[in-house]
């Protein structure tokens, strides 16, 4: 009850102007929204600012700008839809630019293999996620490229609240179990094929709407086609009309209908 009291109060106070102009200027989601959506906005971008920490790694120093802007573009996928802001996450981790990480993968034959990986971000089953953030900047400056780090990385952060990432978030909260089985149904039975379709694809060196990041397992696709739903709206359903359906019916949005889309 205390933290429901907290978060009402915090969902109405204004964002201050300076952060609100900011926001206006750089994010081109927060541009495209409809007024009440962007107040909404605001008010769930206030909840995830109290709530969350933010963290610079690799001498890179966090300013109330990188926060505002991962804000503004975490809670997109917050809204008219019950939530409870990303429970399991804790920190934001910033670099200022890809990192590297030490990873160890079985070959063949009992070898491992050792060596660095250079990564844009990652999202963590419980406690962080990790951004880059000039990946965070490219993803905001050219979002017609269907690229965007933060909605990619809180996706799987949805994903994960049924405690698994395999592509399917928690689906027909609040409706009868019969209603909810068919949802699934319907979401599996489409997001399988939208992948496989998008694998074959990818094996045939074909150029894709979607990602071709996405074939790498069915929670790769559901943020790659999160991305994708909110940077290249009208063209995924245009394109790809099912999965278009679904995600609209998930994120309870349609930013094929917003203003700015070519």
Not at 39 to 50: C, I, P, S
Not at 82 to 106: E, G, K, M, N, S
Not at 112 to 131: I, N, T
Not at 219 to 242: D, P
Request: with cysteine.
């Amino acid at each position: 009850m205390l933290k429901a009291l907290r978060r009402k109060k915090l969902m109405a106070t204004p964002l201050p102007e300076e952060w609100r102009q900011m926001v206006a200027a750089r994010d081109p989601f927060y541009r495209r929204l409809p007024e009440a959506d962007r107040h909404e906005l605001e008010g769930h971008m206030q909840v995830f600012l109290a709530e969350k920490q933010f963290e610079g790694c690799g001498e890179f120093v966090v300013n109330e700008e990188h926060k505002h802007l991962i804000a503004s573009q975490a809670c997109l996928l917050l809204l008219h839809r019950h939530t409870d802001y990303f429970p399991d996450l804790q920190t934001i981790l910033i670099y200022p630019a890809l990192y590297v990480v030490p990873t160890t993968r079985h070959v063949g034959g009992g070898v491992m293999e050792q060596r660095d990986e250079s990564r844009a971000g990652e999202s963590w089953y419980q406690g962080a996620v990790v951004l880059a953030w000039e990946e965070v900047r490219s993803g905001l400056e050219t979002p017609e490229r269907g690229y965007n780090l933060v909605l990619h990385e809180f996706a799987h952060q949805l994903d994960y609240e049924d405690g698994q990432a395999d592509g399917a978030p928690l689906l027909g909260s609040g409706e009868s179990a019969s209603v909810r089985k068919q949802r699934y149904a319907d979401w599996g039975r489409i997001m399988r094929s939208e992948y496989e379709q998008l694998r074959a694809q990818v094996q045939r060196g074909e150029t894709t709407l979607l990602r071709g990041y996405g074939a790498t397992n069915p929670a790769e696709f559901f943020a790659v086609a999160t991305e994708c739903f909110f940077c290249r709206a009208r063209e995924l359903q245009q394109k790809h009309s099912a999965l278009y359906e679904q995600m609209k019916w998930y994120y309870q949005q349609d930013p094929s209908s917003w203003s700015g889309y070519a």
